[in-house]
Nanobody, 125 residues
Framework: QVQLVESGGGLVQAGGSLRLSCAASGLTFTSYRMGWFRQAPGKEREFVAA????????DYASPVKGRFTISRDNTKNMVYLQMNSLKIEDTAVYYC??????????????????WGQGTQVTVSS
């Protein structure tokens, strides 16, 4: 049974930082690209960042480029999202997701087979 479990969310002031973690189990971790998505209240889920199986960053969404960093540790089956210079508009539920290693469209929701339950990030003024 595949499980993706996010952690590290919380309440932070604008300009602050948070590090999200996602623990993967029940799958061969290196067979999957990993992505982070987010969903703000009343909005559709959107792509944030993606990383390939070996740790090479694939892409970031424009609003987070230069502020967020995605990484993974294949020895621990973990993927991370370091978020710096947080803005109020970054407030959302953040989800990690796994997509088959060989594929394209890493920024598309439908490319991902497995999803975590999400972790809330709230940025206050």
């Amino acid at each position: 049974q595949v499980q993706l479990v996010e952690s590290g969310g919380g309440l932070v002031q604008a300009g602050g930082s948070l590090r999200l973690s996602c623990a993967a189990s029940g799958l061969t971790f290196t067979s999957y690209r990993m992505g982070w998505f987010r969903q703000a209240p009343g909005k559709e889920r959107e792509f944030v960042a993606a990383i390939n199986w070996s740790g090479v960053t694939l892409d970031y969404a424009s609003p987070v480029k230069g502020r967020f960093t995605i990484s993974r540790d294949n020895t621990k089956n973990m993927v991370y999202l370091q978020m710096n210079s947080l803005k109020i508009e970054d407030t959302a539920v953040y989800y990690c997701a796994a997509a088959p290693r060989f594929g394209s469209n890493w920024n598309r929701i439908r490319s991902y087979d497995y999803w975590g339950q999400g972790t809330q990030v709230t940025v206050s003024s």
